[in-house]
């Protein structure tokens, strides 16, 4: 697993002590609030509606069992036994106490985690697929080339001012489980026509009140240049991002208004002056990282489906709870493991300081210390041996852990909305909590199949509204909270943003809704066809019409 | 009727001013501003409050108190008075 070196444990430290010089001026009086904010949020901390909130990064995605501990000791300690995930490999808690924080930072360092760069007109945490470097369809893992370019962005003068926040992220999965396409700059690995491995570089992308699919700026690049293009991508970013107006400011906006060819043109250009600079990334530094990514050393096993198809026969719960949360291992015997954060009626991506020690145990027994974090607000364990598959399932399940839900109705995103954010027009977490209390029947589950719902609390869309299957924003009607729903989005290979469906429903109509979507969907898809591909088929029509329909209304007013 | 809400500095948390100039925890013991010129005249001695690093980003609310209880008008200051809706420790997780 990565660690940090020298240098950065220095820097980590530095960091923290000046915060703490940063807090006590604030206190003091020496600087202003207007003063600190920027500080402030630099250092992953911002004011909600109850009291601070500090984002931690989750480099990513990646946690030993030891650093777990810490964000259990810190939930404990300094804020109120819980923590939430949210959708971009961060944890964040909810009651922290200003004069507290540099405290709190100096734990985190100590097992090298911080908060840099978590908020702020920089570069973000940036994320990847949480199955990486143990994904069957992996190419390679791209957690090497988030690590050159966190090293590389961290800290760095030209982007740490950048006309607004900017998110990267990277796989090395045809399948894209990191949703790329919804990010500032997408990096997907691919072989080109000689078979070299390179990224299909796209820009653009993002969510919040103006969403876009990033588009292809460059159709594959050899990672020994991703440094430059990214630094070119940046600095024609720097050059035409709009820093008078907020909302106009993410790249998405200038690449969709100049056009991606005239975008391209002027990367490009700027590329050639510098492409095969200092910036250009020697093997060896890639080898040195690569080898802080090195796989652990794993037991010569064989796949055991016949023992494991044995015990599903005999236990259907069990049963369903491979066939939805396990996934496949590249190496023989092995197994990724899902844990649910999702059970009927929990707040998503929040879990209590005990359960996360619990888990952190777990890991330390079944899976070589290591939890990874998701976008979609779980947690997995990339490394279970078969054999122990049985045995962690009951445990899970102790913890609550082991709903057979993954990528289901009741898998929701949620950011914390109104009950938390201070941005917020609707409480998103009830609806949340509505929908997965109404879809328990997990035979119904399965039946339903492969489906995304994404609740957002405003049009910041934390909660990637956008590309959920079945999108919910929540509005804000001449006072009361009302949600409007969206159809038809994704964020994998193929991402989509949704489409309306029509006007807004108050919170207690919306679970009869989802439930016409989805009868709806399962009454006239045909054989094989996950609910997207049914709705890309027949448009959303059929979907409005039961929803809307006089007879539904009546059901539903 | 009006009252004063803002966050305290050092822990970040929720407060109302009360009769003397103070801030406190509970709806219950702040202030209850009747008439437009108390409210005014409370809004200043809070930023003054805020020059004084005490707390930050003070701002009138409408409150109804039928039967005694105080109430925020809007939902957004009713969640900031009485916390998170859905309960501070989630439920469930195995009982931990
Ligand atoms: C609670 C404090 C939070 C605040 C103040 C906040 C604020 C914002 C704002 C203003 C945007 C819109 C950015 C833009 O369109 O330029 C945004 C986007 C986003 N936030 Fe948050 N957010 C918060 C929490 C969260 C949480 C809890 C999550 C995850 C569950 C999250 C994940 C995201 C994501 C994925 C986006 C959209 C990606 C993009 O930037 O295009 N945020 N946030
Ligand atoms: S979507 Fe809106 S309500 Fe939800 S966390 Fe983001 S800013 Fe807050």
Redesign the interface.
Known sequence: MYRYDEFDHKLVAERARQFRRQVKR????ELT?DQFKPLRLMNGLY??????MLRVNVPYGSLSSRQLRKFAHIARTYD???GHFTTRQNIQFNW????EVPDILEELAEVEVTAIQSSGNCVRNITSDHYAGRARDELADPRVYCELLRQYTILNPDFSYLPRKFKIALTGSPRDRAAVALHDIGLRMHRNEAGEIGFEVLVGGGQGRTPFIAHTIRDWLAPEHLLSYVESILRVYNMYGRRDNMHKARIKIIVNQMGIDRYRELVEADWEQIKDSVLKVPQAEVDRINAYFAPPEYECLADIPDELNDVRARIPEFDQWMAANVAEHRVPGYSIVNLSLK?P???PG???A??MD?VADLADRYSLDEIRVNHRQNLSFVDVRQRDLFTLWKELK????ATPNIQSVSDIICCPG???CNL?NS?S??VA?DLSRHFVDVDHLALVGDFTINISGCMNACGHHHVGNIGILGVNKR?K?YFQLTLGGSSDENAALGDRLGRALPQGQVPAAVETIVDTYLAIRLDGERFLDTYRRVGIEPFREAVYSPVQARAVA | MQMIIA?R??????VFMDDSGGWVNDIADGSLLVSQQDAAEQLTAAQQA?E??EV??PYLIDVSADGGRRRPV???ER??AF????G???????G?
């Open positions: 604030r206190l003091s009086g609030e004011m909600q509606l109850h009291a601070y109120r036994d819980f922290i106490k200003l004069e059970a009626g929990l707040p929040d879990m209590t005990d359960t619990a102790l913890l609550d852990l109104l009950d938390y917020a409480r977490i009830p909590q006072g909270e | 966050n500095l050092l822990d970040g948390r929720v805020v004084e690093n930050v980003d809007q939902v957004r969640i900031r916390g998170p809706s859905v501070l420790v989630p439920q469930g997780h195995g931990v």
